[in-house]
């Protein structure tokens, strides 16, 4: 796609500083655009890479733009003015609407007839494809599943029955959608299975890593809501509920029952308890445990620092000891004053 | 399904105090049940909803049955009787045996009558799949490998060759059971691959969730015993050995070589490191590291608090200086102490 | 495969002491081997079983062959010995070339001759499959990727577009390469995607775990270098890059554009944040976080010892007393030396 500046600036809501006519093809880093490229500056430690950049433009915040050495493309947000305009300038690939003569459809299944159906897809009975849904190769959606319009299932997913999946959702390779939750129940010391009855209701215009596993409920629906972001191998227990605009990076866990608000932001590899509620606008650092809810918003923690092992090891062993110490701290704060008591 | 009280507590040898004649048709929450729904109560948080529950009828203990409103279904477990009667009235989906014809079976693969066999499957030479199995589609079953009878293999599932899956196992979406365990050998600054050249082997009513992958052994096999119960995204290295009656939640990792005893409980995205020996009826708390063998029964934990982050960040900065600390703190109690003698 | 212990011997450069006519067939374990077994000593915990070993042959250093009952294979590395003679009795299996029937190959792939594809693969156009590549069932390759020369994928694994897999690659199944990175910005509350445009390159003898992820770049690639082993369940972000010979162990995750050196040994479930730059030759204990760059080699760790849950709790609570710990122990620090000086 080619573009001029003027014509991205315009559909972007952005203002140019420099040759409007110039044209612009494709986006590269600072470091490596070259001329007919966009590139953009947001972290400031790349700064130091603006001057010297070979851009034909650069997208860049009203203060950074004085050191432009090229066209300027100036954005109050430019990491989001970036995303729009390398979506306009690299569109995703369009299917073709149809149906692969090697995917199994169930008669009882509805497809638009804008949907792109791939390779080997497999749909059980009562499923609906909506309109300009794209369903990749090696799919499988189960019965009385619903795929809403415009969304895309890359390939190899899985998706499973009564599962209700909403529009622009953008899943990638080997998600899956309502396995069984993880229901058991203990008599004389033997698992009992606990019928897994709920489904999976997602919203509109959520993404979902590769290889992330959101389970169904146990009797109701696990929910994730509209503009969910969910990075790759990430865990999502029965009945969670994910708040809308809630981002969550790779590898993390969420246990069963648990409520997150809206627009929180998980780091990667947190594990969080079950039963549990997380108020909107929460964020949570890379590893943390999470084991209570939490009814503020702000940033949380756990963990403890990285070190040499050699130093580490002498500390961590201390780490058994840290009740004793805090008890003879006290006692010897005690002693001191006492004595001082008994000096004066 | 519909069932009178009577005949359902009869099922479960459970007691009725009510209208043995009221029907029943499914289950639900204690706060949204309806007439005709049965529900159950065991967390105590929820008892305040059992006053007010518009169920048709609750399992409950005895001692909470004195406040039911409705008809009572009293158990001395309430979430077993659950899990049984939910599974009465919501039977798991019965599948026509037979073979798909876009299934792909190879001509030395040994198929039971009774088994269903979805579209897209592929099976190797030397399979044996027994009665009532059932393999969902996109399901791959390797050279040799035994599928036991009543076995349910969801969709999109990966069995490698040689490995021998037992009876009433139940394998959710994704899962990869007997890809090669991580055996590397150095030489020279190079990493060379170490064969992998056992098998696993599952036992009876075993689960496994979605996305969990247990390697094959090196030399000798992988194995989990009779109803072990695995959640999502476990990872079980080569070698390893999980005793009957253990569950682990998700997002758990066992490396190679280590043993863990029957009736454990690990909680989820715990560690365990290479070569240990875990005892019977031990139970690891959420996202602790085992780098040690258990030998006694109990319950271990390891990690941190969550904290705001402002104040986390004060106290994990502390971490590095714990064994300074623990020293200061001993050469405080000396000089105290000395202080004391010379005084007196 | 049969050979006799010299022809062994002289295929890996080792040195037989004992009957070098004498055959063998098969590897086992120390304690299990049987005559015409092949085992192997390198961990000193196993010694005492080889004084009683059944074995026909025994893999081990000269130090240790003094004490050796039977035929000794004796190696300066015995463990990488045996990899090459397990290797060597146990060749992995050959497959026909040729394309399965229910393949689905676009017209503008390129297939080797030597190349097998099994049952229900899809390859899209533009795809380069080299010679003596096998490709397992299920498996999807997207648009325009390449797969090198003698490279293995196992099963119902994803290779989306434009990725470079390189020669004698080992992938085993449910394996996803080439999703998109997980780019979002935020503007008004709600996020956009940022498209990711960037590719996956992976050099030659890459060995990759099951259910691993690797996602393709931002706008420049994600790289994978030569000889790299990553365990199951890994996850790489956009534009990390791993250097060659670096080992990573099982469920470990890297974030956005993190640099890691060549020969690390990184364990499992760790987790490092995105951004940082790793040396040559560090290596990481399991569940570590690292949180910024290392510069120099060594070993690094991070966490808390795994107690009795009823000492651990006493102990973490302490740990958000921590910093308050410090200031106070520099208190009494302060008031002993001064009443020292007083009383001087």
Redesign the interface.
């Known amino acids: 796609m080619k573009y001029t500046l003027g014509d991205l600036a315009k559909e972007v809501s952005a203002e140019v500083v420099g040759d409007t006519s110039y044209i612009v093809e494709s986006?590269?880093?600072l470091l490596?655009a070259q001329s007919h490229q966009v590139t953009f500056l947001t972290n400031s430690a790349y700064r130091k890479q603006l001057v010297s950049s070979q851009a034909g433009a650069v997208i860049l915040s009203k203060d950074d733009s004085v050191e432009c050495p090229t066209n300027a493309i100036i954005s109050t947000?430019p990491?989001?003015t970036?995303?729009?305009i390398?979506?306009l300038l690299?569109p995703?690939?369009s299917y073709d609407p149809g149906i692969?003569h090697?995917a199994?459809i169930d008669n009882d299944a509805t497809i638009s007839d804008s949907a792109s159906i791939?390779?080997?897809v497999?749909i059980e009975s009562g499923v609906i494809i909506a309109d300009a849904v794209r369903i990749?190769?090696?799919c499988?959606v189960?019965?009385n599943s619903k795929i809403g319009a415009g969304s895309v299932l890359?390939?190899?997913?899985?998706i499973?029955h009564n599962c209700d999946i909403g529009e622009r959702n953008?899943i990638?390779?080997?998600v899956?959608i309502g396995?069984?939750g993880?229901?058991?129940?203990?008599?004389n010391?033997?698992?009992?299975?606990?019928?897994q009855?709920g489904g999976v209701v997602i919203g509109d215009?959520v993404?979902i890593?590769?290889?992330t596993?959101i389970?169904r409920g146990a009797?109701?629906d696990t929910i994730i809501e509209d503009?969910v972001?969910l990075?790759?191998?990430i865990?999502v227990?029965h009945n969670v509920k994910i708040g809308a605009?809630t981002?969550i990076?790779?590898?993390t866990?969420i246990?069963g029952s648990t409520k997150i608000g809206k627009?929180c932001r998980i780091a990667?590899?947190v594990?969080i308890?079950g039963h549990l509620e997380i108020a909107d606008n929460v964020?949570?650092?890379?590893?943390?445990?999470?084991?209570?809810s939490i009814k503020e918003a702000?940033?949380?923690?756990?963990?403890?620092?990285?070190?040499?092992?050699?130093?580490?090891?002498?500390?961590?062993?201390?780490?058994?000891?840290?009740?004793s110490?805090?008890k003879?701290?006290k006692i010897?704060?005690k002693?001191?004053s006492s004595?001082?008591n008994?000096?004066e």
């Open positions: 986006v590269a880093t490596n947000n990491y989001a970036y995303a729009k390398a979506a690299s995703s690939e692969h090697s199994h791939a390779a080997g497999v990749g190769a090696g499988v189960g019965k890359a390939a190899n997913i899985t499973t953008i990638h390779p080997g899956v396995a069984d993880f229901g058991q129940a203990i008599e010391g033997k698992w009992i299975k606990v019928p009855l215009d993404e890593g590769a290889n596993t389970d009797i109701e503009n972001k990075d790759n191998q865990q227990a605009h981002a990076a790779g590898c866990a246990a627009h990667g590899m594990g308890v964020m949570v650092t890379a590893k943390s445990l999470v084991t209570h702000g940033v949380y923690s756990a963990g403890t620092p990285l070190e040499p092992s050699k130093q580490w090891r002498k500390n961590t062993i201390r780490f058994k000891q840290l009740d110490m805090a003879r701290l010897l704060e002693q001191i004595n001082k008994t000096a």
